[in-house]
């Protein structure tokens, strides 16, 4: 199975897109209550939204694997990246609503351990390969860690999130320049927008950003809303919505990948 989407760049930009994948090998047939509740919570058209990303000849690298099946943006250890707060786990037992997603007994240490070796180890591994290939390039590269997620999501927050939400691990993961540049353009942009407000960047935004290193991440976490029309209760009937191609949000990314990729 081919785990990952590469496409590679000159460019000092790196795209990650962990969770846009709905694929689930055949192995996992019968494990889940179902194929719909197992793909729910994607961050759905993710790849398609940033497609102009390869004009500016980025480096984009994409899972092709559901992340019911395996995490591939939490701590390999198990270790929860927001403590105290509701979320999701590594091998995930139930979708962002608390709805269990196994239909058999769920996954133990060594069916985890099992999991990160053929299926997160993989994309990490791309992903590693590239931040070297483009380091040994250029003094200093961005990572741009694409996420989305519905507007309203009760069990995981309160009210509506922001549209954008920007996530730099508090300020640790890039250089402030990066920071501002980003926040200025999405409090430019008119639409609501927060710094590492609730979702302050999960494992690869916290591992791999090192600006010492010349490694600057930063995590984005859209509000579904921006590029799609989002049903009050999802349904297996209604859900995922299409890709909006005329996404109000899209002059915004346009631009802050632009300004990350002078």
């Given at each position: ?25 055949e192995e996992f ?71 269990p997603l196994y ?143 005329a996404a109000p ?14």
């Amino acid at each position: 199975m081919n785990l990952v989407t590469l496409r590679r760049g000159k460019a000092p930009l790196i795209l990650s897109m962990p969770h846009g994948g709905t694929e689930i090998p055949e192995e996992f047939a019968g494990c889940f209550v179902s194929g719909w509740l197992a793909r729910k919570d994607t961050d759905w058209h993710i790849p398609t939204l940033y497609a102009f990303a390869e004009a500016l000849d980025a480096t984009i690298i994409a899972a092709r694997i559901s992340r019911a099946v395996i995490d591939l943006n939490r701590d390999p250890s198990g270790a929860s990246l927001y403590s105290g707060q509701v979320t999701t786990g590594l091998c995930p037992a139930e979708t962002f609503d608390g709805e269990p997603l196994y239909a058999s007994p769920l996954p133990d240490a060594a069916e985890t351990a099992r999991r990160l070796a053929l299926y997160f180890r993989p994309y990490h591994a791309a992903l590693e390969g590239e931040i070297a290939r483009l380091r040994a390039k250029h003094e200093n590269i961005v990572l741009y860690d694409c996420h989305s997620i519905r507007s309203r999501i009760p069990r995981l927050f309160p009210g509506e999130l922001p549209q954008f939400s920007i996530g730099t691990n508090g300020g640790t993961s890039c250089a402030p320049e990066y920071e501002v540049l980003v926040a200025e353009i999405c409090a430019r942009s008119g639409f609501s927008w927060v710094l590492n407000g609730r979702f302050k960047g999960g494992w690869i935004t916290r591992h791999y950003g090192n600006p010492r290193a010349g490694v600057h991440a930063i995590q984005m976490e859209l509000a579904m809303r921006g590029y799609m029309d989002e049903p009050a209760t999802p349904t297996a009937e209604n859900w995922p919505a299409p890709l909006n191609p005329a996404a109000p949000i899209l002059p915004v990314l346009q631009d802050i990948l632009k300004g990350l990729c002078p």
